[in-house]
C-alpha cells in the first residue's frame, strides 16, 4: 500500500487515500470502497517538473498526485506513464516542410503574378506609386542648386538620354530624367519612368560613355516596367511575412515599398544590362562604357573606397563587368562632346574637375581643312 | 464556515526558475526560428503549462491543458476574419481608392480595432481560465466578449478623451468585470462586493506615472542631445553613420526606463488594489508587490528581451509573474467542499485575434 493525494474531480477537496498498484490497473480505498483506474485509461496531468499527477479518461476532473514511493511502484507496472514526452521533432518538421512550401509558392507566385499585375496597372495606380515614391525620395534627396552650367548640361543630358531612347525604340511620354542632390552615388528608375541620378554618381563618372552605360541601364528598367514588377512582387512577399508573423511584421510589408533601396533581383539587374548593350549599339554608342564603370566600381570597392549605396541596389559589379566584357566597340565616338561632358559634371553645383580647354577658333572648322593643333 | 479561520493565510508559491524554465524556453526560441514563428503556438502552451504547473496555492499546482493546436486553429481562423480584410484597407485600397476614400476607410477599420482588440483579450482570457484547472476543478469566464468590449472601448474613449486621468477607473472597472465573470468551477469571484469607490487612493502615485510620460521623453532627449554633443565636441567622427541610430535607439530606452520608474508606484498600488477587492466565497485576497520589485523585474525582463532580440520574451513574462504571485496570499479559505464543477461549456479553439495583437507578450499570462 502506498500513499497518494486525491480529488474526485466533484469538488474542490483533497483527501490522503491509500492506492495500490496491480496487474491490471492502480487500486484506489475510497470511502466507499475500492476503485479501479485501468492503465490504459491513466494518463499523465503534470509538466514532469513536480510530483507525478495522474488522471483518468475520459476526463472528469479527478487527479491522483503521488508521493515519490508511490511514483516508484506505478513506474514499475506501468512504465508506459513515464516515458519521455515527445519532443515534436515530427511537428517541427511538419512546420518547417509548411513554412518552406508557403514560402517558395508566395515567392514563386508574386514573380509570376507581378509581371502581368504590373503591366496591367491602369495609369492611376501607377500615377498614385509615383506619387508615394516620390514623397518617399523627398526624404533622401533635394534639388540641386542652380548653377551656370545647368541649361547646357541638362541639354546635353537630355540629348543623349533621348538618343539612347528612340535607339531602344522607347516612346519620349514613357520616360524623363533627372539630376539630384544626395549623399549617395546611385542611379534608379521610379515607377512612374523618370530616370534619377546623384550628384555623387556624377561626380564619380569618367567618362560620357560611362554616363551614357548608366542611362541606358535604367532605361532598361524603365522599358521593361522592373520597377513595378518588383514593388508588386516585395509587397506580396510583404503581406505574407505579415500574415505568417501574426501581424507583427506589418513595419516589414511598409519597408519593402522602398523606392530608394529597391534591389532588383539579378535576373532584372542583367536583362537591364542586356537592354543597355543593345540600345547603346544601335545608337552608335560604345557599349564598353557601362563595363568600364563596373570595373571601376568593383576595384574602388575591392580597396575598400566602398560604393555601399551603388552597390546595394545594383550588386555585384565585378561579375557583371565580365558579364559586358565582349560588348565593347572600340573606335566608336564618344557620347558627349567634350564640351556638353563638361556641363553634365559641371551640374548640381559639382566643379568640373578637368575642364577641356576653350577652343581655340570660333568658326566652323571641318576636319578636312586641318584641326585645330592638339596641346 | 471560511468565517471562522480568517487568520488563516495561505500564500501562494511560483517556484519556476532558470534551471526548470530555461530549457524550455531555449527549446521554444529555437524552434520558433526553424519554423519561421510557427512553433509560436505550441510554445505558448508549453510556457504556460510551465508557468501553471509551477504555481501552487494550499500545496496544489495550477494544472494547464490548453494545446498548440488549438491556438494555430484559432490563428489560421483569424486569416480570412481579419488580416485579409487588414491587407486589403492598409496595402490595396491606398492604390486602387481615392486616397482620401482609402485613408477614411483606413481609420474606420483602426476605430473598429479598439473594441476588436477588447473582444480579442476577452476571448485569450476566457479561452485561458477554461484549460486552468486547480484540485481538478475547472476555472471559467462567464459574460459576454462583446459586452465586454462595448463598455472597454467606452472607457478607451475616457482615457482618451482626458488624456489619460481617466486610466486608474478604467483599470479598476475592466478588473471588476472581468473577475466578477471569473469562475472556479461554480463558484463565482466577487470583485469590491459593497465597495462603492472602486479607485481609492490610486490618483496620487497615477500622477507621477502621469508626469513620468514628459519626464521620460525629456530624459531620452537629453541624453540623445549629450550623445550628439560628444561627437561634436570630441571629433568622433570615425563612428560609422549609424550608431547616432544606436544613440538615438539607447536614448529611447532610457527614456522607456524612466517613465517605468515613474509608473512602477502606480502599477504596484493597482495590481495591490485589484488583489485586495478580491474575495471569493468570502476568502480575501492580498498582493504585496512593491514598486522597486516590480522595477527590478521589468528592467531584468526588458534587458532579456532585447538581448536575446525578443526571442527569450517568455522569460521575461516569468521573472514577472513569478514576483507577482510569490508576493500573494489567500487570508481564510472558501468552503471548498461547496465547489463543484462549472457547467460553463470551454471554447474548442485558442485565441485567433489575440496572437495578431500580441495581447500576452508570448507569455501566456491571464
Ligand atoms: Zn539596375
Same mark, same amino acid.
Given at each position: 500500500m502506498a500513499r497518494a493525494r486525491y480529488v474526485n474531480g466533484l469538488a474542490a477537496v483533497a483527501v490522503e487515500i491509500e492506492v495500490e498498484a496491480q496487474r491490471d490497473g492502480l487500486a484506489l480505498q475510497l470511502e466507499g470502497g475500492t476503485q479501479l483506474?485501468?492503465?490504459?485509461?491513466?494518463?499523465?496531468?503534470?509538466?514532469?517538473?513536480?510530483?507525478?499527477?495522474?488522471?483518468?479518461?475520459?476526463?472528469?476532473?479527478?487527479?491522483?498526485?503521488?508521493?515519490?514511493?508511490?511514483?516508484?511502484?506505478?513506474?514499475?507496472?506501468?512504465?508506459? *506513464?513515464? &516515458?519521455?514526452?515527445? =519532443?515534436? +521533432?515530427?511537428?517541427?518538421?511538419?512546420?518547417?516542410?509548411?513554412?518552406?512550401?508557403?514560402?517558395?509558392?508566395?515567392?514563386?507566385?508574386?514573380?509570376?503574378?507581378?509581371?502581368?499585375?504590373?503591366? $496591367?496597372?491602369?495609369?492611376?495606380?501607377?500615377?498614385?506609386? =509615383?506619387?508615394?515614391?516620390?514623397?518617399?525620395?523627398?526624404?533622401?534627396?533635394?534639388?540641386?542648386?542652380?548653377?551656370?552650367?545647368?541649361?547646357?548640361?541638362?541639354?546635353?543630358?537630355?540629348?543623349l538620354t533621348d538618343r539612347i531612347g528612340e535607339a531602344a525604340g522607347v516612346s519620349p511620354a514613357r520616360y524623363d530624367i533627372h539630376v539630384v542632390e544626395a549623399d549617395f552615388s546611385n542611379a534608379f528608375a521610379t515607377p512612374g519612368g523618370r530616370i534619377i541620378v546623384t550628384d555623387n554618381l556624377i561626380d564619380l563618372l569618367d567618362t560620357p560613355d560611362e554616363l551614357a552605360g548608366v542611362i541606358a541601364h535604367e532605361m532598361g528598367h524603365v522599358a521593361e516596367d522592373h520597377v513595378m514588377v518588383s514593388l508588386i512582387k516585395n509587397m506580396g512577399i510583404g503581406v505574407f511575412i505579415d500574415i505568417v508573423l501574426g501581424g507583427q511584421g506589418a513595419g516589414l510589408t511598409l519597408a519593402s515599398f522602398n523606392v530608394v533601396s529597391l534591389r532588383h533581383d539579378r535576373g532584372f539587374e542583367s536583362a537591364a544590362d542586356r537592354f543597355a548593350v543593345r540600345a547603346l549599339d544601335q545608337a552608335g554608342l560604345d557599349p564598353g562604357g557601362l563595363a568600364a564603370f563596373f570595373r571601376r566600381v568593383a576595384e574602388m570597392s575591392g580597396a575598400g573606397l566602398g560604393l555601399p549605396e551603388l552597390l546595394s541596389t545594383h550588386p555585384d559589379p565585378s561579375r557583371r563587368a565580365e558579364a559586358l566584357a565582349g560588348a565593347a566597340r572600340p573606335g566608336r565616338p564618344a557620347a558627349m562632346t567634350a564640351q556638353d561632358w563638361s556641363a553634365v559634371k559641371s551640374m548640381c553645383g559639382l566643379e568640373d574637375p578637368a575642364p577641356p580647354p576653350p577652343a581655340p577658333f570660333d568658326g566652323p572648322l571641318s576636319p578636312g581643312l586641318g584641326a585645330p593643333p592638339k596641346p | 464556515m471560511a468565517a471562522t479561520d480568517e487568520a488563516e493565510h495561505h500564500a501562494f508559491s511560483q517556484g519556476a526558475s532558470f534551471g526548470n524554465f530555461m530549457p524550455l524556453a531555449l527549446k521554444n526560441a529555437l524552434f520558433t526560428v526553424l519554423t519561421l514563428t510557427l512553433y509560436r503556438f505550441w510554445a505558448r502552451s508549453d510556457v504556460r503549462r510551465r508557468l501553471w504547473a509551477t504555481t501552487r496555492i494550499m500545496g496544489d499546482p495550477l494544472e494547464y491543458s490548453g494545446v498548440g493546436a488549438e491556438l494555430f486553429r484559432g490563428f489560421l481562423i483569424s486569416i480570412p476574419v481579419f488580416f485579409a480584410p487588414a491587407i486589403f484597407i492598409y496595402y490595396v485600397a491606398?492604390?486602387?481608392?481615392?486616397?482620401?476614400?482609402?485613408?477614411?476607410?483606413?481609420?474606420?477599420? /483602426? *476605430?473598429?480595432?479598439?473594441?476588436?482588440?477588447?473582444?480579442? +483579450? /476577452?476571448? @485569450? &482570457?476566457?479561452?485561458?481560465?477554461?484549460?486552468?484547472?486547480?484540485?481538478?476543478?475547472?476555472?471559467?469566464?462567464?459574460?459576454?466578449? +462583446?459586452?465586454?468590449?462595448?463598455?472597454?472601448?467606452?472607457?478607451?474613449?475616457?482615457?482618451?478623451?482626458?488624456?489619460?486621468?481617466?486610466?486608474?477607473?478604467?483599470? @479598476?472597472?475592466?478588473?471588476?468585470?472581468?473577475?466578477?465573470?471569473?469562475?472556479?468551477?461554480?463558484?463565482?469571484? =466577487?470583485?469590491?462586493?459593497?465597495?462603492?469607490?472602486?479607485?481609492? $487612493? *490610486?490618483?496620487?502615485? +497615477?500622477?507621477?506615472?502621469?508626469?513620468?510620460?514628459? !519626464?521620460?521623453?525629456?530624459?531620452?532627449?537629453?541624453? $540623445? #542631445?549629450?550623445?550628439?554633443?560628444? !561627437?561634436?565636441?570630441? $571629433?568622433?567622427? #570615425? *563612428?560609422?553613420?549609424?550608431?547616432?541610430?544606436?544613440?538615438?535607439?539607447?536614448?529611447?530606452?532610457?527614456?522607456?526606463?524612466?517613465?517605468?520608474?515613474?509608473?512602477?508606484?502606480?502599477?504596484?498600488?493597482?495590481?495591490?488594489?485589484?488583489?485586495?477587492?478580491?474575495?471569493?466565497?468570502?476568502?480575501?485576497?492580498?498582493?504585496?508587490?512593491?514598486?522597486?520589485?516590480?522595477?527590478?523585474?521589468?528592467?531584468?525582463?526588458?534587458? !532579456?528581451?532585447?538581448?536575446?532580440?525578443?526571442?527569450?520574451?517568455?522569460?521575461?513574462?516569468?521573472?514577472?509573474?513569478?514576483?507577482?504571485?510569490?508576493?500573494?496570499? @489567500?487570508?481564510?479559505?472558501?468552503?471548498?467542499?461547496? !465547489?463543484?464543477?462549472?457547467?460553463?461549456?470551454?471554447?474548442?479553439?485558442?485565441?485567433?485575434?489575440?496572437?495578431?495583437?500580441?495581447?500576452? #507578450?508570448?507569455?501566456?499570462?491571464?
Open positions: 483506474w485501468p492503465w490504459d485509461e491513466i494518463a499523465r496531468a503534470d509538466d514532469r517538473v513536480g510530483p507525478v499527477v495522474l488522471k483518468r479518461k475520459p476526463e472528469s476532473g479527478a487527479r491522483l498526485t503521488l508521493d515519490a514511493e508511490t511514483a516508484a511502484d506505478v513506474r514499475a507496472a506501468a512504465p508506459h *506513464l513515464f &516515458r519521455l514526452r515527445s =519532443q515534436r +521533432f515530427g511537428l517541427v518538421i511538419a512546420l518547417m516542410a509548411f513554412a518552406a512550401v508557403m514560402t517558395v509558392t508566395t515567392v514563386y507566385g508574386a514573380a509570376r503574378l507581378a509581371e502581368p499585375i504590373a503591366r $496591367n496597372a491602369p495609369p492611376d495606380f501607377v500615377a498614385r506609386v =509615383q506619387m508615394i515614391a516620390e514623397a518617399q525620395l523627398s526624404y533622401l534627396v533635394s534639388p540641386c542648386p542652380s548653377g551656370p552650367r545647368d541649361a547646357e548640361g541638362l541639354a546635353a543630358l537630355f540629348d | 491606398p492604390f486602387l481608392m481615392d486616397p482620401g476614400a482609402a485613408y477614411l476607410l483606413g481609420l474606420g477599420f /483602426y *476605430l473598429l480595432a479598439v473594441p476588436l482588440i477588447a473582444t480579442a +483579450f /476577452y476571448l @485569450m &482570457r476566457r479561452y485561458q481560465l477554461s484549460r486552468t484547472r486547480w484540485r481538478g476543478i475547472r476555472m471559467s469566464l462567464a459574460g459576454g466578449a +462583446f459586452e465586454y468590449a462595448i463598455a472597454s472601448s467606452g472607457w478607451s474613449m475616457l482615457e482618451a478623451i482626458t488624456l489619460g486621468w481617466y486610466h486608474p477607473a478604467a483599470r @479598476m472597472r475592466r478588473a471588476r468585470l472581468i473577475w466578477e465573470n471569473t469562475r472556479l468551477g461554480d463558484e463565482p469571484f =466577487q470583485f469590491a462586493e459593497g465597495e462603492t469607490d472602486l479607485v481609492g $487612493n *490610486l490618483y496620487p502615485t +497615477f500622477a507621477l506615472a502621469w508626469f513620468g510620460a514628459p !519626464i521620460g521623453l525629456l530624459a531620452a532627449s537629453a541624453v $540623445n #542631445f549629450l550623445g550628439v554633443r560628444a !561627437i561634436v565636441t570630441y $571629433n568622433l567622427y #570615425f *563612428l560609422p553613420p549609424w550608431s547616432i541610430f544606436v544613440l538615438a535607439g539607447f536614448a529611447l530606452l532610457f527614456g522607456l526606463a524612466v517613465f517605468a520608474l515613474c509608473a512602477s508606484w502606480f502599477n504596484a498600488a493597482a495590481m495591490n488594489r485589484i488583489a485586495g477587492l478580491l474575495t471569493l466565497d468570502g476568502a480575501r485576497f492580498r498582493l504585496n508587490a512593491k514598486p522597486m520589485g516590480l522595477y527590478g523585474v521589468t528592467l531584468a525582463g526588458a534587458a !532579456i528581451f532585447i538581448l536575446s532580440l525578443g526571442l527569450l520574451a517568455p522569460v521575461a513574462g516569468m521573472l514577472q509573474v513569478r514576483y507577482i504571485l510569490n508576493r500573494l496570499e @489567500m487570508i481564510g479559505a472558501p468552503r471548498f467542499a461547496d !465547489i463543484g464543477q462549472t457547467r460553463a461549456i470551454a471554447p474548442s479553439q485558442g485565441e485567433g485575434l489575440a496572437d495578431a495583437f500580441d495581447l500576452d #507578450f508570448g507569455v501566456g499570462v491571464i
